[in-house]
């Protein structure tokens, strides 16, 4: 019997306990403070539009997997519910149940399996599904509804803007940040959760705990979450010391919108960020910018997922410019 074929690679051979499928199980138990907290405010909604994403992102991979690609199955890597969770994060609760199922479509079927799979990815799938729903249907995907404390109705829920939302269109008809102020929650309703927005809005405290959570477990490095919150606090923060009355603060910015979730659980993703440390940060100046001047000036009031898809399809050129240094060689002494 002939013997199986052996796999030569390049050395060197780096072995590690940790593996793709123990990471996307760290990536779901750092959400899951965030995700008890939009229960509670946007109650049973939340766990439908939660649950109906997680299923639909499994059941395609399964399907696509199976019986179009005739490839392994690989739904228990924990990949597809992390999509799935990820999407619900990125929509409104109490989404129409069949848009969330396009979504999981689009995320699984075109952003992710098209590819090849995971690790093949160019874009971030969730963002992708996310993205395509807010082109197709910009009115359900707008429709916010309000926080409302402890929350255990599944009745439709009585909609509102989100804290950009609310600047962008009152700055639009001549508003003042001052005249605005009254309509905005407070910087401690944004920390703890208390707001109107999509699931992954709800708490800043929850997101960043969740976010130093996969610090602590080395899932992922500092350099692009805190650059790209960094870089939208200089960029807003300058804008706002020019023209208070017309620019937001930094710290408005910072807590609200999608700002969190996206630096730390989607910018971050092994396979569609940089390499290296250096192209880490550069990669997360381009989010940080881009987010900020689509807030300012663009059309939507939120820009941190167009502004992560825009930089995943710079990673590449970012890899081929940045790249490691090769195993073994040495630096070359500087000639005084």
Not at 96 to 107: N, Q, R, T, Y
Not at 155 to 164: E, F, I, Q
Not at 237 to 254: C, K, M, Q, R, V
Request: glycine fraction near 10%; include cysteine.
């Amino acid at each position: 019997m002939d013997s199986p074929p052996i796999v030569i690679s390049a050395s060197p051979h780096v072995h590690s306990e940790r593996t793709s499928k123990k990471i996307m199980y760290d990536v779901v138990i750092a959400l899951v403070p965030a995700f008890l907290v939009s229960l509670y405010v946007f109650g049973f909604n939340a766990l439908i539009t939660t649950s109906i994403a997680i299923i639909s992102c499994l059941l395609f991979e399964y399907l696509i997997q199976k019986y179009l690609m005739k490839t392994e199955v690989t739904i228990t890597d924990g990949s597809a519910l992390l999509t799935g969770l990820l999407l619900a994060f990125n929509v409104p609760a109490g989404l129409p149940i069949w848009m969330i199922i396009v979504g999981s479509l689009v995320a699984i079927g075109i952003a992710k399996l098209s590819f090849g799979g995971l690790g093949f990815n160019v874009f971030n799938p969730a963002l992708v599904g996310r993205v395509f729903l807010l082109v197709c249907f910009p009115v359900q995907m707008t429709l916010w509804p309000m926080a409302v404390v402890n929350n255990t109705t599944i009745a439709d829920a009585v909609s509102g803007a989100t804290t950009l939302g609310i600047i962008k269109e009152g700055l639009q008809f001549g508003g003042t940040m001052t005249e605005l102020s009254a309509k905005l929650p407070s910087s401690v309703d944004m920390l703890l959760g208390i707001t109107g927005g999509s699931l992954g809005e709800m708490s800043a405290i929850a997101l960043l705990l969740g976010g130093l959570y996969l610090m602590i477990r080395k899932v992922i490095s500092w350099h692009i979450p805190v650059t790209v919150l960094l870089t939208m606090a200089i960029m807003t923060g300058i804008f706002w010391s020019i023209d208070p009355e017309h620019y937001a603060n930094p710290l408005i910015h910072l807590l609200s919108g999608g700002a969190i979730l996206g630096a730390f659980f989607m910018a971050t993703d092994m396979v569609t960020s940089p390499m290296t440390k250096k192209g880490m940060v550069i990669f997360a100046i381009g989010i940080g910018a881009i987010t900020v001047i689509i807030r300012l000036y663009g059309a939507y009031p939120e820009g941190i997922s167009f502004a992560i898809l825009i930089m995943n399809a710079f990673v590449p050129l970012i890899n081929s410019y940045f790249k490691p240094r090769r195993f073994g060689s040495k630096i070359k002494a500087k000639i005084m």
